[in-house]
């Protein structure tokens, strides 16, 4: 039977390293409608919904046809604000794509292959792709490290693992893609924040604090977060030359 899935875009207008990135212009177009119709390009989602904070980015979602939902403009990050969204919609589906807003050069392919890995790992809670850097001193980088059975261990702002007997070929980081299955999302958000998250400031450390199975999968490719100025100088250079800015709708 086919798996019935919902995507949800989650975006803060007021965020606080580059406050109202989710309106900025990227070749014309505001940087979570690049999310939007990039997401829609992976034709997975029965559903595929932005979740915002703020009447600026709903209307803005209007005016180009996306699908939005105001929400509460108190959580602590996207990872409960799509969960309020989801519980909103009183609808069934098998797993829920978190897709984080802020990624305008996001994959169509990623997400396809992030969801259809889960399909096939059904027995996991979480599924976090993982994309190959070479320079992991950046904190606004999440870095992970993995069991052999590519199962997440931990994640940090820091540099891990530490060189500290051998020099490693390349880190991972966690690449702006979340699979959850419909209960632990609940599950997630329920739960207040775990002491470990409290210290390094990242969301899914609440998820390995409380034990879930969060599955990982190499993926390929350059994506990165609009963080700060220069990732935003960065993304409208590299949207310049963007192969799939022409196929949106």
Known sequence: MKKKILGLIPSRLMSIRLPMK?????SGIPLIIHTYKRSKLSNCFDDLIICCDDKRILNIAKKYKAKCMLTSPHHNNGTERICEAYLKLKKKYDLII????????ISPYHI??????HINNFDSDIVLPLLKISS???SNIIKVVTDIKKNVIYMSRNIIPFEF?????YFKKHLSIVSFKPNSLINFSKNKKTPLEEIEDIELLRAVELGMKIKTLDLVGDSFS???LNDYENAK???SKDKFLK???
Not at 112 to 117: S, T, W
Request: charged share 35%.
């Open 136 to 138: 992991p001193n950046n």
């Open 237 to 239: 250079i590299q949207m």
């Open 226 to 228: 609009v963080d700060v």
């Open 22 to 26: 989710a309106l900025l212009p990227i």
């Open 247 to 249: 196929k949106y709708e």
């Open 98 to 105: 978190d897709i984080q807003g802020d990624e305008p050069l």
């Open 165 to 169: 007997k051998k020099k490693v070929k």
């Open 112 to 117: 396809k292959k992030v969801v259809n890995f």
